[in-house]
């Protein structure tokens, strides 16, 4: 079974591991430009990543018009990636062909 959405707009690509799944948002799709701070990043898990770890919910919030349930959803997401993924092999082989 194909537990792994991209989930990037509509897209429907899934994926049996979590890992292939980080990789496909992050070669396949465009990069993000973070509303808060402006930093381009990767879109989906990264870019998840980058909003919650460099700032704050309120930050969030007001930057991209979210409310509490927004937030939530993508803290769940990336807690669930966090507990399973192996982060450190997505950042290797994303390294390798250049794409970080
Ligand atoms: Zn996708
Ligand atoms: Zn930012």
Same mark, same amino acid.
């Given at each position: 079974?194909?537990r792994? %959405? &991209?989930? =990037?707009?509509? &897209? @429907? #690509? !899934?994926?049996?591991?979590?890992?292939?799944a =980080?990789?496909h948002?992050?070669?396949?799709?465009?990069?993000?430009? &973070? %509303?808060? &701070?402006?930093?381009?990043?990767?879109?989906?898990?990264? #870019?998840?990543?980058?909003?919650? $770890?460099?700032?704050?919910r309120?930050?969030?919030?007001?930057?991209? $018009?979210? $409310?509490?349930? #927004?937030? !939530?959803?993508?803290? @769940? =997401?990336?807690?669930? =990636?966090? @507990?399973?993924?192996?982060?450190?092999r997505?950042?290797?082989?994303? !390294? $390798?062909?250049? #794409?970080?």
């Amino acid at each position: 079974m194909s537990r792994w %959405k &991209c989930g =990037i707009e509509g &897209c @429907d #690509a !899934r994926f049996e591991n979590v890992e292939n799944a =980080i990789i496909h948002q992050t070669t396949e799709h465009e990069r993000h430009e &973070c %509303k808060v &701070c402006g930093t381009i990043v990767p879109e989906g898990y990264f #870019a998840i990543r980058h909003a919650f $770890d460099e700032h704050t919910r309120a930050e969030f919030v007001r930057a991209y $018009d979210a $409310d509490s349930s #927004a937030v !939530r959803i993508r803290e @769940d =997401i990336k807690q669930a =990636i966090e @507990d399973v993924a192996d982060l450190n092999r997505v950042v290797k082989t994303l !390294r $390798d062909e250049g #794409a970080l």
